[in-house]
């Protein structure tokens, strides 16, 4: 997608639709432009020879416009694109609803609309938007009944509704935006555009946004990396449950993919994910304002006891720590404090405390240089001045250059002094649970800015030879492969225990011959999904016994169904599962982010703990790394109880040639390697299933 | 503790300390009291014949009052008390500090105040306290510089300072109180106190505090059970986490309890825990002013799709779900909505939605039978008048008789509906998570509230066996015992494997051939505690074999350590592993609530995954039960993965008898029965420890 700033900063905005007419779309889209709007207005409307004033064109082709809002009846708006598109404007706004949101009809008409941008190479929004602002041109291109003011946070919404509600709130908070965008439907321009341009905007400190969905996943996850490394982004991504990914579904009409993905593309994009819209709006304001911590580390200065325990126990439920004071920083706080106080962290400086003790406090905590942030909280009192706190505060923190939050605790009380912190750019939270909630997201971005992303590593694979085993499938009703496509796993260089799949019981001698020690034989049918429960898998065969052994499992399956499609008996080397843990590796395709790669521990911990991890395909060596470290029963890979550690690095390897499979192969449409047994010297895949779609191949 | 109606209803106060110096508390309580309250306060101080305007007496003795507040300083503060003792004042609060929570000597004037507070049956609140407050009266006997508006929630908090800052907000919000209290150090009434006070006082209908400890455990919870049968309790008990904890116990100068025992003591008393001041009053708001639902089933009325799914999410993390209509209702909703409305739940009554519809909408939704309790969430709009909604919403709230939750979303546009809803008591909340938050803790409520407390089932034991085996320790310096004391379980009526400890090769055999099948032998010596780790143990032994296995164990128990005291040799039953459970059932004795029971399946579940649940002992039959149900692995009991499940019956009556042997024995400090091996017919307790303290014998 091309440049966006001419779509925020245009010189001249037509309005297709503008009228005068009480209550339409249309006027209330001209009177919020004609406000603020540092540019021209045009309307456009055959009918009129001018709409408040301004002179009318009958066609957006005559305005010689650099955005324009199209706001006619769907009927006539695709038209009204394309009339712009042919005069050369690049930017436009659909605001008219009526297309994909609401049956065929309308999503043959989203389809024409995209295109008509294509063709055009438009910037377009929506269609179904509420519109766009930015305040820097004062631009109000919305029909809502609020306005944005300055800042310098960029927000991006899925519902327009929600835009009013924030922008009603926000102005009332002192809260501003640079762009405000209502994505609509998103028939061309998406979040990932969005996040592209604003991480570029030198006025964009902050994005944020409240998404249902996310077209495209993997390009999502590019550009958000990207952009992560400089500017933030928080995001409500709703649907997070299944009931609430049920309603969003309806809402939006589109698929809803797993949370599992999102909460897996989020994470691997940088992005911070917000639960609620206060979590969304507590940690954005940090972000906007404040520098990134030099550590985890927190003080907090107090002259409340009580509040200073509730706020101690919000650093525990976060990945903050308690600042560890200095010997000199202690001999300050000795000297400056009263007995009754105590100058460990939280620093309690006691409700008598005036102002210059409060500030002195804050002053020799904040020069500490194990000190990394700081929370300012307290509770009202006859000798503080929470005005002059406020102050004091701002100062201290310039000063030191360090984070800080504020919880000035009360009401009315706290008003004038909240509004000098907010102007400042330090937010005050009301309960001290959200200060600290929102100074760790401040230190998660610090995280994520300095992350590296690794390339995924490319082994050398044998392409050809999957593709073979993959194609077998071709023509069959059934598209599912078993052990039978163990050869797959082989070609992309996947460990797996020595043997073959025969079928007679002179081949089965053959391989058991060369393999060391007893071997486990099992009946190979697409048939017979659940070998143990016909008795068609045996265990620690003998080499003597392995004639009889053939004879009997195909007897069995014979007995079991009679037209089974018997494809043979599988010889394996006996894995050492007493020395081993047994993993699962798996893949589903997600709709919106593809191959989405799990990870978990073997039988009760995935199936009963629900204890499994999830990245989007490719992942790098480091990312196959985390999610051995990740999950609960991590230890138990690394020799918890006394056993000795597995092989973790073969685990991340077998994980890393995982991806690269279905990341080569789209047709792939699952696969689960388990178990994978994670041995003290390597990891071998004994069994693996997989769903193929023959067309993708 | 007596009737405390006095303390919060006095016809008469005397202020002891009172004064008219500037900046002292005296005169700050004498100002705070005379302002509103209806009655009368005289001033007690020597050196005045009148305080602003009050005749003053020159001791408490003079005054018969019904209540004393002192602030005189802490070396005559217990003087003063006595005094009024003495003078038949049964009402006492000591604002007063410098007492237990200032070092030894405080500690030592704090036990002083407690005697005589026992010896006149005195209702002592303090010292070290904020006061107290009660609105009925207008008595505010605090030298805050705030007094609480009149409600229906009673409020203690052993943070004075927190006091301040939420009244102050609480004010600004509309929030009223009826009783207020600051426990101070609570040297004499304490939270259990209050809580009985105001289960039975008319006008309390919420109970909400701010707690950093629970001084008696098993008091609390009893007082609690009872209250909550009726009204509610939420609290904040900080200290959750370790920081949080340690920040706790060096404010109030108590031994933290683990918040393991806190976690399961409130859940046990019946008590709401809050995490934060937030969730404190967005549940009790709700709570002190709806009626309980009928149901979980929550129905959610919306003109914004976006906020609509981010509310059912929120439906998804909380125990609610949402309302499937009946067929009527959807009919309804049919005909009623626009096309591109959503009839389904959360109902989208779309943006261009008038009055008229939304609440045509809410009363077609709350008169569904199915529909337990509803959200109105809105965002603003054109056509929408939010104060006429608030009016609807209060109206249709009342006729229909249902819980109601308010999400107005918005800032300065939502204030004046705000204050509709809230005086009709619908809190109208910022976020939509928080309103569902709400509803769920008035749903949790009404479970609390039909709880049943059975009595603890009274098994038939053999305590004076059980005291022989636990004498064991006298005049020991080792006052742990291990499988030597299988024993006390058997006494208690928990099966243990057959078998015994012998001294002889000649026994050992005797023993292993009563035994039906193979033998378990294993070393019993306290000096080895890892018999693992130097071939201490024998499995699978035969009958012929056990000789040679006796002598070879004490060999190597002398080769590790050859002056060990060794006790014998453990000759057991082989327990049924393959078909088995390993669980572990454990006790340790904490400060505040007493014995507290661990339950938890064997090995990694315990050690790794940390996968655990507690319950202060004595436990009741149902709730023992509920511990073998709600750990995450609990599915393993019941025949996870095709295996047969064991006997959940025969460990639940396991865990009730391990409560009634540590309920019996305070001696026993800690006790693990480890593993306790579930079979698929009954459970045996292959091995315990425990250590014992033998000044409580």
Not at 248 to 265: K, L, M, P
Not at 340 to 366: K, Q
Not at 416 to 444: C, T, W
Not at 536 to 551: F, H, I, L, N, T
Request: glycine content about 8%; aromatic content about 6%; hydrophobic content about 40%.
């Amino acid at each position: 997608m091309g440049d966006l700033s001419e779509l925020f900063a245009p010189g001249r905005v037509a309005v297709v639709g503008a009228t005068e007419r009480e209550g339409s779309v249309g006027r209330a889209i001209v009177e919020n432009l004609i406000e603020d709007f540092d540019g021209e207005v045009v309307p456009v409307n055959p009918k009129y020879d001018e709409v408040f004033g301004l002179p009318a064109v009958a066609d957006v082709g005559e305005t010689d416009a650099d955005l324009a809002i199209v706001v006619v009846p769907p009927h006539i708006a695709v038209d009204a694109v394309r009339q712009a598109g042919e005069a050369g404007i690049q930017n436009v706004v659909v605001i008219t609803a009526g297309f994909g949101e609401t049956g065929s009809e309308g999503a043959a008409r989203e389809q024409e609309l995209t295109e008509v941008a294509e063709e055009y190479d438009l910037n377009l929004v929506g269609p179904n938007s509420l519109g766009i602002m930015s305040t820097p041109k004062g631009m109000n291109a919305t029909f809502g009944p609020e306005n944005a003011t300055s800042g310098n946070m960029s927000f991006m919404s899925q519902s327009g509704a929600f835009i009013t509600a924030v922008l009603d709130w926000a102005n009332d908070e002192g809260i501003g935006f640079k762009d405000v965008v209502s994505l609509g439907n998103k028939a061309v321009l998406d979040e990932s555009d969005f996040i592209d341009a604003w991480g570029t905007d030198e006025q964009t400190d902050v994005v944020i946004g409240y998404l249902e969905g996310i077209e495209e996943g993997r390009e999502f996850i590019d550009t958000a990396r990207e952009v992560t490394q400089d500017t933030p982004i928080v995001l409500v991504k709703s649907g997070r449950t299944d009931a609430g990914a049920q309603a969003a579904s309806s809402h939006t009409g589109t698929i809803a993919g797993s949370d599992q993905a999102y909460e897996a593309g989020l994470e691997q994009a940088g992005v911070i994910r917000a639960e609620s819209v206060q979590e969304l709006f507590d940690s954005a304001q940090m972000l906007a304002n404040q520098p990134l911590p030099d550590s985890k580390e927190i003080a907090i200065i107090t002259n409340a006891g009580g509040p200073g325990v509730m706020s101690t126990d919000a650093v525990g439920d976060s990945s903050l720590s308690m600042a560890s004071f200095s010997d000199e920083t202690l001999e300050e706080f000795s000297e400056k404090l009263p007995e009754e106080g105590n100058i460990y962290n939280p620093v309690d400086i006691v409700g008598d405390a005036d102002n210059d003790r409060f500030s002195e406090a804050l002053d020799v905590a904040l020069a500490d240089e194990n000190v990394g942030m700081a929370l300012v909280l307290t509770c009202p009192t006859a000798v503080l001045d929470y005005e002059q706190l406020a102050e004091d505060t701002v100062e201290l923190r310039k000063e030191h250059d360090k984070p800080v939050a504020a919880c000035f605790m009360g009401g009315e009380r706290v008003k004038p002094a909240a509004e000098i912190l907010q102007e400042s750019g330090i937010p005050n939270y009301f309960d001290p649970s959200r200060a600290v909630f929102a100074l760790d997201a401040l230190s998660d971005f610090k995280d994520i800015s300095r992350r590296e992303y690794d390339e995924p590593t490319e082994f050398d694979v044998d392409e050809e030879r999957a593709r073979e085993i993959l194609e077998s499938v071709k023509g069959r009703d059934d598209t599912r492969l078993g052990v039978e496509a163990m050869g797959l796993l082989d070609a992309y260089g996947i460990e797996t225990p020595q043997g073959d799949i025969i079928d007679s019981p002179a081949d089965a001698l053959e391989v058991a011959e060369d393999i060391d020690g007893n071997v486990v034989m099992k009946i190979v049918s697409p048939d017979i999904l659940h070998k143990s429960d016909i008795g068609g898998v045996k265990v620690g065969v003998e080499d003597e016994d392995v004639y009889d052994a053939y004879e009997d499992l195909i007897t069995r399956a014979r007995n079991y169904q009679p037209d089974a499609n018997i494809i043979g008996v599988q010889v394996q080397e006996m894995v050492d599962l007493d020395n081993g843990v047994e993993t699962i590796v798996g893949m589903n395709r997600d709709p919106q982010f593809g191959p989405l790669l799990m990870f978990g521990l073997g039988g009760i911990f995935v199936e009963v703990m629900e204890d499994t991890t999830f990245r989007v395909a490719p992942v790098a060596e480091n990312e196959a790394h985390t999610m051995t470290e990740e999950i609960d029963s991590a230890p138990l890979l690394r020799g918890a109880r006394g056993r000795d550690p597995v092989d973790v690095d073969e685990v991340t390897e077998t994980i890393q040639r995982l991806s690269q499979l279905v990341t080569d192969f789209p047709a792939i449409l699952e696969l689960d390697i388990n178990p994978l047994v994670a041995l003290p010297d390597g990891a071998k895949a004994v069994d693996v299933r997989l769903t193929v779609d023959p067309d993708e191949l």
